[in-house]
Structure formats: C-alpha cells, structure tokens
C-alpha cells in the first residue's frame, strides 16, 4: 500500500519486506510451498517472534492495528513473496475467535502470537462460495455438540490447532438460520484430514467430521448471527486476498517489464513492438486500478453495504485483472514462461488460485449486483 | 448404392469388426498412442487397433497407397473420418510425422525418401520429434544458429535446440541447421534429418508450470549426419520450414486434443447444478459459457469449410496461422470455463478429489498453445502480411 503510510507502517512493510525477501528467495520458497508440510514452521516461529500477526488484530483484541490498511499491507508483502506460510488462517480464525467471546481468550491469544496454527473451513463440495450453502450437521446434546459433515479444500487443516467450522444446527442447505460455527480443536475424536498439495504450493485439505463431539462452549454463534460473521469473516479474506493478488501483479508487472527489455528477438529488444509495448502499458494500468479497488476496500466502511460493495469490487477486479495479467505474462515470455524455472510461472498459478478462494470473479459480481440493490 | 454409398458402407463393417470397444472410449493423454520404436502399449487393443488401421492405410488416408496411405479421395476421407466420429474411434495414431514431417516430404522428399520415411510414419515405427526452437531462436525462426559443417559425405551437427516436444521419447528429428554461414540468414538453413540415437544428441528433459515434462532441451555436440538426409537442396531449408509450419497450425487449430477433452456445459451442470428453470445455476458463468458455446459453433464451422476446401485438393497456406490463432484462443477460454466450474475444488490437483479431475492440468498446458507452433502475435503479423496485404 502507498496510501496513509505513517511511521510505524512503513517500519512494518520495511521489515516484513526485508524478511520475507530473505526467506522466501523463489528456489527455497518453491521447495517450501511444494513440500509435503506445504509450508515452513520454522519459519512460521520467526514471523511469530517479529510480531507480524499482530498488525491483523486491534489492541482489544491482542494486537496493534487491525486497521485494513494494515491488513492489506501485510497481504501484499505475502504476495509479493510467494509466503505460503498460514497468515489468513490466523486473520480469519483470529477473528472468529474474538466473536466467540471469553471462551476462546486463550486459543485468540496463541493466534495472535502465532504460537498456535488457525485454519477455517467454510467451504463444502457443493457450495461454489456460498456460505450458507452448509449441509454439514451439528447437532445439540447434554454435554455439548456433534458434528458431521465434510468441509472442503481447507487450507493448511493439517498443521492447524484449531479449525473454525460452519455447520447447520437446523434447516435446509441456503438457509441462513439454523447456522452456527464452531471452533473445533485439532486431534479430537472423530476428525480426521485428507490433505493433498494446491495447485499453487502450499496445502490444503478435506476435513471429515465424524460424529465429532465438542463441549458446549466450542459455540462461536448460531443463528443469524453466526451467518453475519461469516460475512464479516469472508470480508477479511476478501481483503486479505486482493492485496496478496495486487503484491503478485506488481511483482509480475517488473518481471515482465524486465523480460520485454532483455529477450531480443529479430535483432531488437522484444518490447520495441508496439504491439506489445501496447499490451504492457494496458497491464499496467489495470494493476493501477486494482490498487485503487483494494485501497477503497481497505477503508473497511463502517456501513455494511458500502463495505460489501467495496470488498467485492476490490475481490472482483483482482480476479478479472488476476486472471489477464497471468494470461499476458506468460505469453509475453513465450516459452520459458511455462518452465518452473522462471518464477512468472509460480506467480501466475498463485495469482488465478486467489480467484478460487472466496468467490471467484462471477461470484463477486453477482454479490455487487444485489448489494446495490439494496442500496 | 452409389460408389460413396457402398464405400460407407464397407467401412462401417470393417469398423465394427476392428475396432475394440477400448479403443471407442474418451481417450487421456496418458492413453495416447505415438508410436516408436520404445513405444509401450497400454494393452492389445491399442496395438491391434494400430496395426490393422496401418494396414489399410487409414492412419494416413489421404496419403498415396505407395507410401503407407490409404489413397483417398477427399469424399472417402470425410465418409472415414464422420464413421470414426459416429463410434466414438480414438485416433490409432498421434504423431509428428504424420500432421508435420509428412506433408513436407510429400512436397520435397525424393522418391527415395518417401519410399524409405513415410511407409514407417504410417505403421507407426519411428517417433518424430521437431528441432526448430533454440534459445536465440523463438519467434525468429530463422536465426537458428545450430551449424552444420561440410565433411564430404556427411555434415557434422552442433548446437543446441529448445522446447523440443518429446525430444527424449523421440527417435529421429527433422532439424534446421546452418549449413551455409555465408550466404543471407533466410537461406543458410537445411533441413536435415537424423536418428536421435547418432553419437552426439543428448536431451534433458524441462520441467513445466504443471510439474510434467513434456519437452526438452537438445544438444548436439558434432552429430555426424549423411548428406542424403537433407529434404530438398542445401540452403533450402527454410521454405521447407515453413511448409511445415502451416501443416502444424492446422493441427494444432484443428486439434481433437484440445476440442476432444471435457464438455463445458456438462461439467458446469455437473460441479454448479440447476436451478428450478433447468438452468445452470448461476448466471454469470451461464452467460459466459452461452458466449463461448456460440464462437466454439461458429468455429466448428469454419472449419468444417476448411476441411473441405482442403480434402478438395488445396493448401491452406497462411490461412493456417487463423485456425491456429482462433482454435487456441477459443481453447484457452474453453480451459478457464472448466477451471470457473469446479470453484473452490479447482485449486487442487486430479488425486485430491478435484470434481472437475482433468482441469487443472489441462488449463496449464492451455497456456502453451498460444506460444507454440508459433506465437498469436506472430500469427497475426502473418495474417496482416499475407491476407490483409498491410505495409511492413
Ligand atoms: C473530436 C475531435 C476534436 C479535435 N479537436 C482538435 C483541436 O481542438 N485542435 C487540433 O489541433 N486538433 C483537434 N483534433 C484533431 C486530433 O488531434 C487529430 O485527429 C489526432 O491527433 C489524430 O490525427 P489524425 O486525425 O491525422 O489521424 P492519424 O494520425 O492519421 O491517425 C489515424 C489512425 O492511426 C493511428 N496511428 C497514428 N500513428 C500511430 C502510431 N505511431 N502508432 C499506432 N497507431 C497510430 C491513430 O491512433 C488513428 O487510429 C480533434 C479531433 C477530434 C476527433
Ligand atoms: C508447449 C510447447 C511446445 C513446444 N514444442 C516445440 C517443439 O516440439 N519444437 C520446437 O522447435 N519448438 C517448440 N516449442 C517452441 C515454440 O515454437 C516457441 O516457444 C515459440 O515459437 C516462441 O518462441 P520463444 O519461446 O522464443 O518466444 P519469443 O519469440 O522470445 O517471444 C516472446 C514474446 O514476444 C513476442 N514477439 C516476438 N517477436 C514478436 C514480433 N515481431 N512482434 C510482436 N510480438 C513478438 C511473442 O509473441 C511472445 O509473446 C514449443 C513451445 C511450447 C510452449
């Protein structure tokens, strides 16, 4: 971000920058993210020990920030580096848990420090983003809940100590009553994981609830209310993931750039053809709008629709830009932009995989068509 | 019975008797056959659905009888090629001999060389692979500084190509060498051939986007090649490259392996559902899927009409660069349309219980279309030149 960069948050982006260039140079972040852990605990701890998570959370809730702007921030330095590390995991179970109240203090507070791995599972084979497409059960008894169901594609469920659940304690599948959700700790009886490499690197999961049974203040919310979190909790991811997208574009946007002035090609440098000096202005400018899209969805308006407008304009350009600035850098690098050697290549596949993760460009639009209506 | 009549029929029989029920289902690129001298079959059915269409000449079947082929005309060839559709027949044979180096022997081999390559192209024997790229030399072909020195009877082969599909599973290479250092960059270059087992030819393999690796890196440290395995004269090469080139683009425009792989809308219905319209259950997507399913008809035309035009006895010439150009774009589109249907689902690879398998990888790979074989861009500089006659 380079809108409102006081002091403390150009030291945050300075630092951060710094570490992750150092950490994740392409070669051992490839290693790293295509690993069967998916990712580097070691490193996890350092990120812990720098107090990076905190920018995520506000000073209530253990933190020092929790303004969007400094969740873009940290988002688009990730993106900028490839970090396959569980950073929205810890935003987003980071902040169910503060919804959940006292119960949860301990786990929010291993969270925040990072002591502890935070994952979520909203998704479920049939739900194509919708979040109240929930058929997963749970169901009340004297000690507490039972839970059954699968959650799909949860990212990093196999390293998490806690993963926040969405299930349905009554109604059908789309309705936003009868929901709940449920932070269920890792290795309790009845959980077990399926995970498999992304696509992109890092790894993710199936989580199969059997007959899972947890105590009564594992409840986060229910009812109305637990849909209403899991807006405002989408919202976070919508945020966190357009800046990871827009750090990516601008890494593949220099990359690019570079290449067209290097490769020669007819006896000249490639970017002498207009055509694709053309094409590379037209990338640019779209990226400089996307940032303008994710800057207005930073401000995190106050007024729920304005936020979910802004949230999703932010998500949808990121997707449709997403998706035309990996086309573009890989066919303005012509062959050696499919190898895995070239490091365009990770950033495209990472770059479109954003627009698989809480809601996809048609997704956002449609969400943007019928918040205006009740505008 | 007409002639055509009866000729349908008789290929209808001879279908159904030869054809294995494996071989009439939808087909993996696992499960393709390249033929080759180390080629493993997946199973008998393969091998015998090879061998007896070779014996007919069907894996080439416009090709003259005397070199392989099946010696028909251009009404025979569409009769077996909609009777093959109607069963659903795999192809018995993918290779680059028959859709790129065939075509080009049978305009500038001798007679010599027709008898001895193309014979072994039909039945399947010898795996082709194509040596054009190299690392200074992409989209500008004809920079290709590979050199090839005169020794008497032989030239003596050095240099490096890249990209070269399949180099390491390949058994000879049709190959642009500079033989004439002298003479102006267009026509320095001869196309040779030669067995990718010569002393001297090495590959390694290049790791893609998508973890595979489908081709390679090619060396050539002093390749002793006869002088007779130059097609056409020496410094002819280049004319013969590009002949080439516009019997690639067809096939890769054309391609049963980008049309022939997952149905959009069946997918779409399949991972996204109706709603109570019997309609895909989300509008946007509907509305992208119905914008493509329009271009891919109008496309499925155009080249019904080009198939035509060339089972009538022409070349397509430059007008191969807009099939190319047009059926690899519409296929990128077609990838991202199943990519957009399996949402949350696409992120992970076929093994993980991914509901659309195949789309991962297929989208990935999707992405070289538009770069080989040449570029889009450099296909529509061609189109520009060639058909809208602009100034250069
Ligand atoms: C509504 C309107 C108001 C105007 N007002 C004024 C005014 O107040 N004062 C004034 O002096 N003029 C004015 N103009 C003229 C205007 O500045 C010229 O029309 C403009 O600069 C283009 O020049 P041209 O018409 O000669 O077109 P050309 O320069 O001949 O261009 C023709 C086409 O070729 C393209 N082209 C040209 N060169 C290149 C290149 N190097 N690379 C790629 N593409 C190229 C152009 O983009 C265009 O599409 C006005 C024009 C319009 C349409
Ligand atoms: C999947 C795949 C398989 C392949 N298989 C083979 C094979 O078997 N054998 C073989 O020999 N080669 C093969 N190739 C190589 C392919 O032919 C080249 O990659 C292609 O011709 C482009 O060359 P390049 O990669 O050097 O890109 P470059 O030529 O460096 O192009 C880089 C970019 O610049 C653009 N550009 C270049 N010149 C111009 C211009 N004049 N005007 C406008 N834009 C321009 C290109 O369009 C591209 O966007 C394969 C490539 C792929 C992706």
Known sequence: MDFKLNEDRRMLDETLTRFLADKYEITKRNEIAYSDAGHDANIWKEIA?????????????????????????????????????????????????????????????????????????????????????????????????????????????????????????????????????????????????????????????????????????????????????????????????????????????????????LRTQFGVPIGKFQVLQHRMVDLVLEIEQARSAVINAATLSDDAVIRGKNLSAAKLTIGETGHKVAEEAIQLHGGIGMTWEMPVSHYAKRLVMIDHQFGDEDYHLARYIELSKSA | MSEVEIFRSEVKTWLADHCPPEMRMPITDDEICWGGRDFVFINNAQHSWLNDMAAKGWTVPAWPKAYGGGGLNGDEQKILAEELGHINARSPLQSFGISMLGPALLKYGSEQQKLLYLPQIARGEIRWCQGYSEPDAGSDLASVKTKGVDDGDDFIVSGQKVWTSYADQADWIFCLVRTEPDAPKHRGISFLLFDMKSKGVSTKPIKLISGSSPFCETFFD??????????????????????????????????????????????????????????????????????????????????????????????????????????????????????????????????AGNIVPQAPRAWLRSKGNSIEGGTSEIMLSILSKAILKMPS
Request: negative net charge; glycine residues 12%; charged residues 25%.
């Open chain 1, 49 to 261: 020990e720098l107090g990076i998570i905190g920018a995520l959370f506000t000073e209530d809730e253990g933190g020092f920030s929790g303004e969007g702007f400094d969740i873009a921030l940290v988002f688009e330095a990730l993106g900028k580096a490839l970090c396959p590390e569980p950073f929205l995991g810890a935003l987003l179970a980071g902040k169910a848990l503060v919804a959940g109240g006292a119960d949860h203090a301990t786990m929010l507070e291993d969270i925040v420090t990072g002591a502890k791995i935070g994952a979520v599972g909203f998704e479920e084979e049939a739900s194509h983003y919708e979040l109240a497409h929930v058929a997963s059960k749970a169901t009340k008894n004297a000690d507490g809940y039972e839970l059954d169901g699968v959650k799909s594609v949860v990212t990093h469920a196999q390293i998490a100590d806690v993963i926040i659940v969405s299930a349905r304690l009554s109604g059908d599948v789309d309705d936003t009553a009868g929901l709940a959700l449920f932070a269920v700790p890792a290795g309790v009886d009845g959980l077990s994981i399926r995970d498999y490499n992304n696509v992109d690197g890092g790894r993710a999961g199936e989580v199969i609830l059997s007959k899972v049974k947890i105590a009564s203040n594992a409840l986060i919310a229910e009812g109305e209310a637990a849909f209403a979190l899991l807006e405002t909790l989408a919202g976070y991811a919508h945020l966190a993931l357009s800046a990871e997208g827009l750090g990516i574009m601008e890494v593949m946007k220099l990359q690019t750039l570079e290449f067209l002035k």
């Open chain 2, 222 to 351: 002093e390749v002793r090649v006869p002088k007779t395995n130059i097609i056409g004269g020496r410094g002819e090469g280049w004319t013969i490259a590009k002949y080439l080139l516009t019997h690639e683009r067809e096939m890769i425009g054309s391609s049963d392996l980008l049309f022939g792989g997952d149905d959009v809308c069946g997918t779409a219905r399949d991972a996204v559902g109706l709603n109570d319209d019997g309609q895909l259950d989300d509008a946007i997507l509907r509305a992208e899927i119905g914008n493509f399913i329009v271009d891919e008809m109008a496309f499925d035309a155009h080249m019904d009409m080009t198939k035509g035009y060339m089972r009538a006895g022409n070349q397509l010439g430059a007008r191969s660069a807009e099939l190319k150009y047009l059926g690899t774009e519409l296929n990128k589109t077609r990838q991202s349309l199943l990519m957009a249907s399996g949402g949350a689902n696409a992120l992970t690879w076929e093994d």
